[in-house]
């Protein structure tokens, strides 16, 4: 018999039993991983789901936007600035939480809150199901061989995940990558693509640029990421040197990270002062996108790469390296948008003028975005989802049958 956690919800008149499905991540706030979720927790069933999520951090700048209806959990106090030690602190609340609720499915996203999530039901007398979410490329992401954080992790990723119910990756070529690195793992994989669309994503895109206008006459490049390795920012500003050679374009980078001081020097080094911004977080990075003549995905790697489609749904052409592992899964090259090769300024600078220089082909490089970026729509990843978390419990009818005997 699964534990003994159920809500009674009145429809009609019937009293009618919801799975209790409570999610665990670091934060709700400026990343790709916690906008999926957020998206997923918006859209999920409510006839069928009970939902809450526990925060290691609360204050995330995607709070807000979270339905009324799901439950938030803070395990730890604010003001822990180490993220780190936050996440670690929140093993012990967290097994506190899960003893207290007695959720049906425990479903975690990001490695460190999946270890979290593993450690905290550990010896439980009645575990919920236990779902890991894996939102990037592990080999990538660990690849320091000697670095102790990155030994620790993929250590207890190797000891951990095969003892999880199921683990839900991203792609396809982050599953594989796993199946590589942890193959006892195989069988426990399931593919969900992230909720990539949204009504926030489309009406945000509607929204016109005040503060700061795109250039006239000009035309106008958008990337969005975090500034930080991955993402391949110093390839796409020296891409940004060869194109000007051509033509005035404009490039703004929307996110903020580590690596601003470094790619303000580039800039300034490169002479590209006057035509590139920095523009730092935004709230709404669609009306950007939607601005642009054409939108750049310069990652060394990825998980998945939600900007790819966010743009598309923005109905605007998308440039984007065919990196390890996700938009070659988005993007039909030539079609939906152009694929490049990783690390290579020159093959990027020529993709991009090459929209910028067609009419024709960002037409149909626009259309074909936006037909594409519909598959995936929050409803329809949400309807995925909810499909897994019923494998667990059968039918509804099953579910409730299961309290009675």
């Not at 979290?116 to 080999?139: E, I, Y």
């Not at 642009?292 to 310069?298: G, K, M, R």
Request: aromatic content about 8%; proline content about 5%.
């Amino acid at each position: 018999m699964y534990n003994q956690n159920y809500m009674n919800q009145i429809t009609h008149g019937e009293s009618e039993r919801r799975i209790h499905v409570l999610f665990f991540t670091p934060s709700l706030g400026n990343g790709g991983a916690e906008m999926h979720l957020l998206r997923l927790l918006n859209h999920l069933d409510r006839k069928q789901f009970r939902l809450s999520v526990a925060l290691a951090q609360t204050g995330g700048t995607y709070e807000a936007s979270l339905a009324e209806d799901v439950t938030v959990h803070a395990l730890n106090p604010s003001g822990i600035r180490s993220s780190t030690l936050r996440i670690l602190r929140a093993i012990a609340p967290l097994r506190q939480l899960v003893q207290t609720e007695q959720p049906d499915i425990l479903c975690a996203f990001q490695d460190h809150a999946n270890l979290v999530a593993m450690w905290a039901c550990r010896n439980l007398s009645h575990p919920p199901k236990l779902l890991l979410g894996v939102q990037n490329n592990v080999s990538a992401l660990y690849s320091r061989r000697y670095h102790p954080l990155h030994l620790f992790v993929r250590s207890q990723m190797k000891a951990l995940y095969p003892q999880a119910d199921r683990i839900i990756a991203l792609s396809h070529g982050v599953a594989i990558d796993l199946k590589e690195v942890i193959p006892e793992v195989g069988n426990l994989i399931e593919v969900i693509y992230n909720a990539g669309v949204d009504s926030k994503v489309v009406n945000g895109a509607k929204e016109l640029l005040f503060e700061t206008q795109p250039p006239q006459d000009e035309p106008l490049i958008v990337a969005c990421g975090r500034l930080h390795p991955q993402k391949g920012f110093p390839y796409l500003l020296t891409a940004m040197r060869q194109i000007r050679n051509s033509i005035p374009a404009h490039l703004w980078i929307v996110g903020e990270g580590s690596e601003r001081l470094a790619l303000e020097a580039q800039i300034q080094q490169l002479g590209l002062t006057d035509c590139v911004r920095l523009v730092g977080f935004q709230k709404n990075p669609y009306q950007y996108m939607a601005a642009a003549d054409v939108f750049v995905l310069s990652s060394l790697y990825e998980g998945f790469g939600n900007v790819v489609v966010e743009a598309m749904a923005c109905g605007t052409p998308v440039v984007a390296t065919d990196c390890p592992y996700g938009p070659g899964e988005i993007i039909e090259d030539g079609v939906s948008g152009l694929l490049v090769p990783p690390a290579n300024a020159d093959a990027l600078a020529q993709s991009i003028l090459r929209v910028l220089t067609d009419p024709g082909l960002q037409q149909d490089l626009s259309r074909n975005g936006q037909v594409r970026s519909q598959d995936f729509h929050a409803e329809t990843i949400a309807a995925s989802y909810a499909n897994l978390f019923q494998q667990f419990f059968g039918s509804k009818a099953e579910y409730s049958a299961s309290y009675s005997n």
